[in-house]
C-alpha cells in the first residue's frame, strides 16, 4: 500500500523552461511534506519543505504547493538548469508515538533538463 | 566536512558472511535513522535513535539485523547470515531536536552487494 506516490517516474524538460513534479499522497496524517534530490552516488539531499497549514513555499528557483484537499503537492522549479538533472523524491512526514518523525518517500522522478 | 558519514561507501559478501556499516551522524543530531533503498523505489525505514535508546524498529528489520548507538553519537548497523535479498543502499541520516526535527540529513550510503 503506496501512501506516496509519484506517477511520473521521469520528466525531460528544456533548459530555461519549467519543470514540474506531481506527488500524492493517501493518509491524512501527514502534517509536514519535503522534496529530496539525489544525484548518482550520493545520498538525497534535502530541497524544499512545506508544513500543511500553508499551500505554498518558495526558495529561490524551487516552490513546492499544497493542495491539501487533494492530497496533491507539486515542485516547481524555474527556470529549470542541466545542474538539476537528478532523481527527485517527494516524503511525507508524520509524527508516531515514538516521537519519531517518519518519512514516507514515494518511489522517485527522474528529471533530465536538456540544455 | 560536517555531513552525515557513512562507512564503508561500498561491500561485496559473499551469502551467509556477516557484514556490518558505521554511520556519523551530524554533531548535535540526537535523532539518528537508517534506511534501506532499492532500484527504483525511495528509502524505506529501518529503525530509529533517540540519543543511545533504540526506539523503533520496522518489520522489514528482520532478526539478522542489528543496529546499536552506543554512546548516542555513532551508530553500526549488523547485517548476519547475509541472503541476497540484502543487496540495497542502506542510507543513515539524522536530524536535530526542536523543531527542526521535521527535516532528515542523508548521508551518502553504503551499497551492498551479496553474491
Known amino acids: 500500500d503506496q501512501q506516496v506516490k509519484q506517477n511520473s517516474p521521469s520528466l525531460s524538460v528544456q533548459e530555461g523552461r519549467i519543470s514540474i513534479l506531481n506527488c500524492d499522497y493517501t493518509?491524512?496524517?501527514?502534517?509536514?511534506f519535503l522534496w529530496y534530490k539525489k544525484y548518482p552516488a550520493e545520498g538525497p539531499t534535502f530541497l524544499i519543505s512545506?508544513?500543511?497549514?500553508?499551500d505554498k513555499n518558495e526558495d529561490g528557483r524551487f516552490t513546492v504547493f499544497l493542495n491539501k484537499s487533494a492530497k496533491h503537492l507539486s515542485l516547481h522549479i524555474v527556470p529549470s538548469q542541466p545542474g538539476d538533472s537528478a532523481v527527485y523524491f517527494c516524503?511525507?512526514?508524520?509524527?508516531?508515538?515514538?516521537?519519531?518523525?517518519?518519512?514516507?518517500f514515494g518511489s522517485g522522478t527522474r528529471l533530465q533538463v536538456q540544455p | 566536512d560536517t555531513g552525515v558519514s557513512q562507512d564503508p561507501r561500498h561491500k561485496i559478501t559473499k551469502r551467509g558472511q556477516n557484514v556490518t556499516f558505521r554511520c556519523d551522524p551530524i554533531?548535535?543530531?540526537?535523532?539518528l535513522y537508517w534506511y534501506r533503498q532499492t532500484l527504483g523505489q525511495g528509502p524505506e525505514f529501518l529503525t530509529y535513535?533517540?540519543?543511545?535508546?533504540?526506539?523503533?524498529k520496522s518489520r522489514l528489520l528482520s532478526d539478522r539485523f542489528s543496529a546499536e548507538r552506543p554512546k548516542g553519537s555513532f551508530s553500526t548497523l549488523e547485517i548476519q547470515r547475509t541472503e541476497q535479498g540484502d543487496s540495497a543502499m542502506y542510507l543513515c541520516?539524522?536530524?536535530?531536536?526542536?523543531?527542526?526535527?521535521?527535516?532528515?540529513?542523508f548521508g551518502a550510503g553504503t551499497r551492498l552487494s551479496v553474491l
Open positions: 541520516a539524522s536530524s536535530p531536536p526542536g523543531l527542526a526535527e521535521n527535516i532528515q540529513y
Open positions: 493518509n491524512s496524517m501527514f502534517d509536514y
Open positions: 512545506i508544513s500543511s497549514i500553508k
Open positions: 516524503a511525507a512526514s508524520d509524527l508516531k508515538d515514538t516521537g519519531r518523525r517518519a518519512l514516507t
Open positions: 554533531s548535535e543530531h540526537n535523532r
Open positions: 535513535f533517540q540519543n543511545e535508546a533504540q526506539l523503533e
